[in-house]
Nanobody, 117 residues
Framework: VQLVESGGGSVETGGSLRLACVAS????????VSWFRQAPGKEREAVAH???????VYAESVKGRFNASKDDSKNTAYLQMDTLKPEDTAMYYC????????????WGQGTQVTVSS
């Protein structure tokens, strides 16, 4: 397993969670990293993209509420999620993209986020 997500859980509307994506010694976070989510019965959607130098791009649905970052020294990427809504309920995944072309090399196993109203 090269990417491991953690930090998911159950919160009420308006709550916060911080997800972490730790890369193993065989993987590197010094590339583009993306966060995705998939809710039951829905297609997977990109939530945030972190470029090599740390610039970020967000889906409109999370802009202003989520903050993605990475710490190359810890080989870890993060997704800070604030003001959570029930529609944020999903399995969240991180993925690495060595060439930053939207072609993902490694995926984590996912961490579940559940937001109750």
């Amino acid at each position: 397993v090269q990417l491991v997500e953690s930090g998911g859980g159950s919160v009420e509307t308006g709550g916060s969670l911080r997800l972490a994506c730790v890369a193993s010694q065989y993987e590197s976070i010094r590339v583009c990293v993306s966060w995705f989510r998939q809710a039951p019965g829905k297609e997977r959607e990109a939530v945030a993209h972190i470029m090599i130098w740390g610039d970020t791009v967000y889906a409109e649905s999370v802009k202003g509420r989520f903050n993605a970052s990475k710490d190359d020294s810890k080989n870890t990427a993060y997704l800070q999620m604030d003001t959570l809504k029930p529609e944020d309920t999903a399995m969240y995944y991180c993925a690495t993209d060595r060439l930053c072309r939207g072609m993902y090399d490694s995926w984590g196993q996912g961490t579940q986020v559940t937001v109750s109203s």
